[in-house]
């Protein structure tokens, strides 16, 4: 049986904060209507996230304390990154890729305790995993030597970027111990890791399908 491992969606269409100069509100403004644009058809508007992304830069100059800005152009470079997977693009889905890193980074060196950073940053890294999980399943059956090296290449790359994962998640759920994705990720991180906190996750995930709260974090 094939593996499997669902994506997680990063949605970068996040209120940002209305507190910030006039000048910063119009570019903020500005990049918002790029985002609705490209929303109506994300196949064929790309064009309009590399806009947004250039008025979030922008932005971010004029006031570097938002910590919202850095987050949503992170999201937003992922996005080109998934846009340019989807096309075979691999040199510039390498260049999105590191930027989105970067920006992640950069709102985590503001705040090392911001949610939508760590979160986020888990999710870049748990769907590099899903999407070389989607290769492997995608190989042709090949029982060679050269066939089966080249599966275990692919496992370990999988392992690596849960492993990368795994401390944003964990520190997601210190901060949110009832975001069910979060929760979701490090049930699968865990699993496929074989470690027994898989079903602390587990349990934690029934009490939230069962419409209860968890009332304390499980990591500190």
Known sequence: MKNKLIFIVVAFFCVLSSSVAQDVDSVIELANKE?????????KNVANLERASQLIEEAIKMEPENIGL???????????????????????????????????????????NNFDANY???????????YSTQQMNELPEDFSTNGLKKIQVIKNEIMDSFDKALPYFKKSESINPNHLKTLTALFEIYSRKEDDTSLEM??????MIAGGKNQTSYFK
């Open 70 to 112: 850095n987050v949503t152009l992170g999201d937003i470079y992922y996005n080109l990154y998934q846009s340019a997977i989807k096309g075979n693009d691999e040199i510039n889905a390498t260049a999105y890729l590191d930027n989105a890193k970067k920006s992640y980074a950069d709102a985590l060196l503001k705040d090392p």
């Open 120 to 130: 986020s940053m888990g999710a870049l890294y748990y769907n590099k995993a899903a």
């Open 35 to 43: 985002l609705a644009n490209y929303a109506i058809d994300p196949v």
């Open 202 to 207: 587990k349990k934690r995930l029934d009490i």
